[in-house]
Each structure stands twice: as structure tokens, then as C-alpha cells.
């Protein structure tokens, strides 16, 4: 990252363009850039592709009409198993699908993270991930073994790359150095690397990153700028520094049921900045 | 002991990873994670677990590992887990479907998506659990193959070649409320394994929509020793388990 990059989630969200292919990291209801997502909604952005392993993010985007395809293997809230606005876009047709198994997803971010066209895999061979991707390819292994002596089939899963990454570390530094605290660092690293320009939300920027080597999961050559949104991951989980909010969440997904209720809720807590709706959270 | 049939349930569950030795087991649902647990304290006690977050949990409760998700998928690719799943759908050579039902392009009722089960299928043991045996799950077709079955039928599919380039799925059991199923028969369609107590074959032929194999004689799925009605009573005080079957 070059220096003097920190930014708020508004000026973030003022480097994308329509359009555009976004990483969100995270995993389900989990350590999600909810800030710099919440930014995308105050935004006039639109018809944009969502990759993800989904939750609330990809939920969201896919409410407010701004996510034209999410490519994903779910879409879930973790604790509540259905992502109630991606089955409703589903449902009404208002929302395109690029359906993966979640490995060739992963694989698909470690080729673009790689700058490879594709890493060959054994996932989606004879499900029906073939027939609703007709652009997905096999590739035979130039190298016989006992099983295959013509050589092995596999998917050819293609690089998977990002026009932008959004991802939200625990703590940050100023020059662009990520770090997260929680059980797993899901695949924000390969986000970030698979994506023309990475963005970091973190809950705090400190002077001088502290802990676990292993939880030093960015370094500031994959990243492009950095954004300081405290409690940003809510109402997903960002252990150790907060829990799922699952009051919220319940919530959240009895509000998607009906237009009404969801109407209100984003009157409520969506239509105003990051201010507004942290405040309103907490009331 | 004769047990609900919640507490058969688990049992047959447990049976499914015995002899699996030092792998992953993956259980989906309660009573699968009842029937993994009453394995590993039992006769399968090589099991690996996790806290259904990054942690592989032992017995004790104590951490003897790590595996976030990326470890996960390594261990799946490796060949060392054996995952239950559920299934919204399976027909009869036990290709499953979680993702959605009607026409995928938009379906009439959008479910969990393919989630891992393609590459689950293709790399390592898999079984399933259907709390709720019915014509609406046991289908002649599934409207989208999630998990890999042993044939497709009429509806191939590319990257569904022939058997001298894919190795066939390792597809152990099917367990629901009302018997144990598996495909141990010479074209890998599903059979009749075992019916649980109190269940007749003619129950569960109803209650599928496609001809199952019955062996000349099926016998009664396992009712649960003392020992393990009791460690089934100390793994789920509250009861968790009955209400996953109707």
C-alpha cells in the first residue's frame, strides 16, 4: 500500500465503478466488511458481481438491487440456515448465480491469486455445478497413473479474479498491514490477492501490530488502503472483539420476510451513514 | 433397551464411521453429531472432530487442533474425512440435492445452494441422514445433483465420464426416521440395509418414490445397548434429539 491511504468507507467506496467484479471476505455471518458494505448501499453503485462464501453481504447487495450475480456454493447467516434476501432474489429472478462448490471457489481465488487461467480440480465433475456452468472446462492430466492411464479428468477451474476485495481484519496498522484475531482467517488473503485493488475495514488501526505471528494475515503489498469502521463487522461475528448480534440478525432475517418490514428496517437502520446505524444498534 | 427412535437413530448414525479409523467426521444435524460423538466414545474412538468453527475438539472438550475452513478443504481433497449431509432430495443411485427445488434458473424454492457436497462426493466417504423419510425426499430424480451418485441414468452431464475415467463415489449409508439404507447391490441402486423397530418394509417402500432393493431378509436396525442409552442420555440431557424426527 502506498502511504497516506487510509480512508473512510465513503472515499472506499467512491474507487469502485459500476459494474465491477467485488471480493467480500469473511465466511457466512462471520467477520464480514459489513461498514464498507453498508457504504455500498448509501452508493449509487450498480449491476455489480458479488464473490463471496456468502451471508449478510451478498444479502444486502442483493436487497438494495445493487449485486446484478453472486458467485457463491451459499448463502447462509450461519445460525440461521437460509440467507433470506439471496432466496428471495433467487425466487423472483432478480438476481443472477454462478453456482460453485465451495473448494472451486477457494481454488478459484488461489489461480487468480496466483495469476494462473486455472487450477484443475476434482469438485463439480458429475454434478449438475457442470450443467448450470457451461463455460466450466475439464482438463485431462498429461500424466498417466495406475487409476487413469490416459491421465486423469479434471475441472478446470478458471481464476476467479477481483476488480476489488473488501475484507475486515480486527486490527490494522496506517501503511496497510492486516491482522486478525478470530479462529480463522478464511480466504481474505487470497480476496485480497485475487483483486486489482484490496480493501481493508479493520476495528481499530494501531500504531504497531501485537499477537500470534500466524495471525499477521496481510501484508501491506496486498493491500490498497486501509479504513478504521469500529464494530464494522456487525451484526456478523468478529471474535474476540464481538459476537454475532443474533438479536439483530433474527431480526434482520424476520424483516427480509415482507416488503413492509423491510421498508422499515432500512428507514431504521440503512438509510442513514455508519454513524446512524451504529447508534441505532445500540439503542 | 429398545430406545425412541431418536435414540436408534443416533446409533445407526454412530455405525456409519465405524472402522473409519483417523479421519474427519463430519456430521450434519443433531442426531448425526450424537451418532459421531457415541462413535468416538465408543468403538470408533480414532475420530477426529471440530467445534464447528476452526478447532478440532477431543472427547474432553480439549483443543488437539486446528483446522479453519482452508484446512478443511485440504482434508477433504486428502481423502481423510467422512461427512453425513443431509438431502432435500436423493434418488436412487444416491445423488442428492441441497441446493434448490424446480428449475434451477429460478427455482420454486431456493435451499442451501451445492454447498461442499460436489467435492465431498468426489474425494472421500460420505453418508446422509433424512430425518423425515418421504416420497417428497426419495424422488425418482433430483432437480439439481449437489452430492455425486453412482450413476446418472438417462441424464449424463460433461465431466460425467465413463467409469474408466472417474472413480465411483464411496457412498456408505443412508439413515432416516424409519430404516438404514446403503447400496451394496451389483448396479449400486439404493437397498433396504435394515428397518428400525417397530418400522415394516411395506412402511418404507411407501414412503420412497422409486423401487428399492429389499433383501429377502431385512433385519431390525440395532436398538442401543445400556451403555450406550446411557451415554446417548449423558451426550444430549435435554433431548435435543427427539425433536429431529417426527
Known amino acids: 500500500m502506498l502511504s497516506g491511504r487510509v480512508l473512510t468507507p465513503d472515499e472506499v467506496v467512491r ?52 449485486a446484478r450475480r453472486i458467485v457463491t456454493g451459499f448463502a447462509s447467516l450461519d445460525s440461521i440456515a437460509l440467507e433470506p434476501h439471496f432466496r428471495n432474489g433467487r425466487q423472483r429472478g432478480t438476481v443472477e448465480l454462478t453456482e460453485l462448490d465451495e473448494g472451486m471457489l477457494h481454488w478459484g481465488l488461489l489461480a487468480a491469486a496466483h495469476r494462473l487461467p486455472f487450477l484443475p480440480i476434482r469438485a463439480g465433475l458429475g454434478s449438475d455445478v457442470m450443467r448450470v456452468n457451461p463455460e466450466l472446462r475439464t482438463v485431462r492430466s498429461p500424466y498417466p497413473d495406475t ?13 476467479l479474479r477481483l476488480d476489488a476485495a473488501l475484507v475486515h481484519m480486527n486490527r490494522a496498522d496506517a501503511v496497510g498491514n492486516g ?7 478464511y480466504f481474505d488473503d487470497l480476496f485480497c490477492l485475487a483483486a486489482e485493488r484490496a480493501y481493508v475495514s479493520c476495528e481499530e488501526i494501531v500504531p504497531a501490530l501485537t499477537g500470534p505471528p500466524p495471525s499477521l494475515l496481510l501484508n501491506r503489498a496486498m493491500v490498497h488502503a486501509v479504513t478504521e469502521t469500529p464494530n464494522g463487522a456487525h451484526f456478523t461475528s468478529c471474535v474476540p472483539d464481538y459476537g454475532r448480534d443474533e438479536e439483530f440478525q433474527r431480526r434482520y432475517a424476520k424483516a427480509a420476510a415482507d416488503p413492509d418490514d423491510w ?9 442513514g451513514d455508519e454513524a446512524s446505524y451504529q447508534k441505532a444498534v445500540r439503542r | 433397551m429398545t430406545g425412541s427412535t431418536a435414540d436408534v437413530c443416533v446409533v445407526a448414525c454412530a455405525e456409519a464411521w465405524r472402522g473409519d479409523g483417523a479421519i474427519l467426521a463430519s456430521p450434519m444435524g443433531v442426531i448425526p453429531a ?28 480439549k483443543v488437539e487442533g486446528w483446522l479453519p475452513y482452508r484446512q478443511v478443504f485440504t ?20 445423488n442428492q440435492n441441497i441446493s434448490c427445488i424446480g428449475d434451477w434458473a429460478r427455482p420454486k424454492a431456493q435451499l442451501l445452494g451445492v454447498r461442499g457436497a460436489p467435492g465431498n462426493t468426489v474425494n472421500h466417504a460420505v453418508s446422509y441422514w433424512v430425518p423425515r423419510h418421504s416420497r417428497r425426499v426419495f424422488v425418482e430424480h433430483v432437480d439439481m445433483v449437489c452430492g455425486v451418485g453412482y450413476h446418472r441414468g438417462s441424464s449424463g452431464v460433461r465431466g460425467s465420464s465413463p467409469a474408466s475415467q472417474q472413480s465411483a463415489p464411496d457412498l456408505r449409508v443412508v439413515v432416516t426416521n424409519l430404516a438404514v439404507l446403503d ?8 437397498r433396504v440395509r435394515s428397518v428400525h423397530p417397530g418400522v415394516e418394509v411395506a412402511d418404507v417402500l411407501n414412503q420412497t418414490g422409486f423401487e428399492l432393493v429389499v433383501p429377502d431378509d431385512v433385519p431390525t436396525s440395532r436398538a442401543p445397548s445400556a451403555a450406550e442409552f446411557d451415554l446417548i442420555r449423558r451426550l444430549d ?10
Open chain 1, 15 to 66: 474507487e469502485l465503478s459500476d459494474g465491477m467484479t467485488i471480493g467480500i471476505g469473511g465466511w457466512g455471518s462471520r467477520r464480514k466488511p459489513m461498514a464498507l458494505v453498508r457504504a455500498i448501499l448509501r452508493s449509487p453503485l450498480r449491476d455489480l458481481t458479488v464473490v463471496s462464501y456468502a451471508g449478510p453481504d451478498v444479502g444486502l447487495l442483493i436487497a438494495s438491487g445493487q
Open chain 2, 237 to 246: 440431557p435435554d433431548g435435543t434429539r427427539a425433536k429431529e424426527v417426527p
Open chain 1, 179 to 185: 491482522q486478525y484475531l478470530g479462529p480463522d482467517p
Open chain 2, 75 to 94: 482434508m477433504v481433497a486428502a481423502g481423510r474425512r467422512h461427512v453425513m449431509m443431509g438431502a432435500a432430495q436423493i434418488d436412487r443411485f444416491g
Open chain 1, 263 to 271: 421498508r422499515r428496517f432500512r428507514a431504521e437502520y440503512l438509510d
Open chain 2, 183 to 190: 447400496f451394496l447391490t451389483p448396479d449400486h441402486a439404493m
Open chain 2, 34 to 61: 450424537l451418532g459421531a460423538r457415541l462413535a468416538r466414545q465408543t468403538f470408533a474412538p480414532d475420530l477426529l472432530m471440530t467445534d464447528g468453527e476452526a478447532f478440532l475438539i477431543d472427547e474432553a472438550g
Open chain 1, 147 to 159: 487409476g487413469h492411464p490416459g491421465g486423469e479428468d479434471l475441472v478446470a477451474m478458471p481464476a
